[in-house]
């Protein structure tokens, strides 16, 4: 059990990512395409918290518990992941405005259309 | 062991696996329920999960979970009332039963916790959750009706 | 290519990827493990300064450069949304009608927005105590803002929000953080150094040097970042038509 | 039994992540997003993250979904106009 669980968390996190690439490469719809990027972001967020995490410990906020009384989880990663968080929710938008954009210029959102207009 | 982390495990298990068995098939009107129910039950767990590691501070999860959680289905129900209006879900047995869940589960938290600022915060929680799914829920069964192409 | 060709293509590389992956996986500090050199000395660091929350410690004031190259691809993403999804020449405004909303919801919208953009304030105010901090807050404060628009009408929710003002906001906050740098570089040591200001009681709203400071600037920024943000793209959903006849 | 969470809450994530990448049609997709969304969300709990995931929550369960129905909405209206002309 223990073995499996050493590894499981970092073949979760490359599960979601390898996921989210083939659903990204076979898309027939940009806005699909585009959902399938933050699949890939998310496989990203858990392979760096599964980096950080220790047994039997907790978060490193000190509001309601004393410094040093209990073990404490990696802060580090934990600060990347939260700002990349929000920060991937705002490219997302930028790469959903580019969709719309092509909506409208090419009167369609399948990738392989595109390329037949493009000749 | 601790109860807490067990009761949490299970009601995650079971609650979250279920909504997401609900939301991945079945015609529209029963996804946009496995939605609605999926916050529902996620916030009772984040609250059980809070007292399980000893540490109130996690509570604030439950709180953002419970204003925010209903805010999305209602965007749903919004934006995809013209489908809903052809096939409205009526799923009130089941939201009635979630929120007898959540309701319990708060219950029990605030008699673990005893009179305290943090039990006033957990009512506001439950109270918020509750409300927020039932309102949820109506809006989802044809609030939204006299709303075309807004 | 055909797309069966295609397919076969990135099955060969997806799976060659998965194995690469997965030999990098068992190779990996195992999940769990004891040895975090880096966290304990943020950690050690962050107490040191009597800053509460750790990973706000890290953003604000370990890291604080590194989330200044954050600020500012939030802000790049922001201003290209707003250059993507301007009005052209050839398209016009259509008022939406009004919108009937049932009742109860009515009421819970405009019951939640305050508490809703209450909580967003406190979740950035006590970001360097509890967890929380001004990516999160500025976030649940500009989403409660568009309860106007689930709960009501989009005319109603123009009604409160003059998105010039909220552009000014942005440029302005985002300006903030850089201020605060530059005037730790100034006062005495390096840019955005947490030098400047008394480090305060552990655990109170005023500790932490400037570490509160830079959370609510980076709060007001991305509060008016997604302000600004949605509503672009709600004016190209609900009002912006193309111009019939083209 | 802490491991027993933990592993619970992985598992669900990568059934959803699957299952949004499985959903072809955006709307039902931003359906599966938000229930992903709420997942990792305990799943960065149990991990002993919570500013993650109050992070995660803030942007997943209404921010995300609104932005890809706003723009599924928009390219859907397009498409409806285009068809009244012909």
Known sequence: MSSVMDVLPYLVAAWVFLAGCYGLATSRNLVHAVGCLSVCQAGTYVLLLAVGYRDKATAPVFSDIKPGSRPVVDPVVQALTLTDVVVGATVTALLLALVVQIAKRHGTVDPDELSELRG | ?150 | MTRRARLWVLLTGGAGLAVLLVAACLRLPHFGGDRHPYGDRAVHASLARRTANTISSVNFDQRAFDTLGEMTILFAAVLGCVVLLRQTQDERRARPEPADVARPVRRYALLVLPVALLTGLYIVAHGQLSPGGGFQGGVVAATALHLLYLGADYAALERVRPVGRYEVGDALASSAYVVTGIAGLIGGTAFLANTLLPYGTFNTLSSGGTVPLLNAAIGMEVACAVVVLLARFLDQAVEIEEESGR | MADAVIVVALLLVAASATVAVATRDPMRQALVLAVLGVVLAVLFTVLQAPDVGLSQLAVGSALTPLLLMLAVRKIRRRGREKEGER
Request: hydrophobic share 55%.
């Open chain 2, 1 to 150: 062991m601790n109860g807490w982390l067990l009761a949490a495990t299970v009601s995650l298990a079971g609650g979250l696996g279920a909504a997401l068995w609900g939301v991945a098939t079945g015609p529209l009107r029963r996804r946009v329920v496995a939605q609605n129910l999926s916050t529902a039950l996620a916030c009772p767990g984040l609250l059980l999960l809070s007292q399980a590691y000893g540490r109130p501070s996690y509570v604030d999860l439950g709180l953002v979970l419970a204003l925010l959680g209903p805010v999305g289905t209602l965007v749903f129900a919004r934006l995809l009332a013209d489908e809903l209006a052809e096939d409205p879900p009526r799923a009130w047995g089941l939201t009635w039963t979630v929120a007898g869940l959540g309701a319990a589960a708060v219950t029990a938290l605030c008699v673990a916790t005893g009179p305290s600022r943090a039990m006033v915060k957990l009512l506001v929680v439950g109270a918020l959750l509750i409300s927020g799914n039932v309102i949820a829920s109506r809006a989802l069964s044809g609030g939204f009706r006299g709303v075309r192409g807004g």
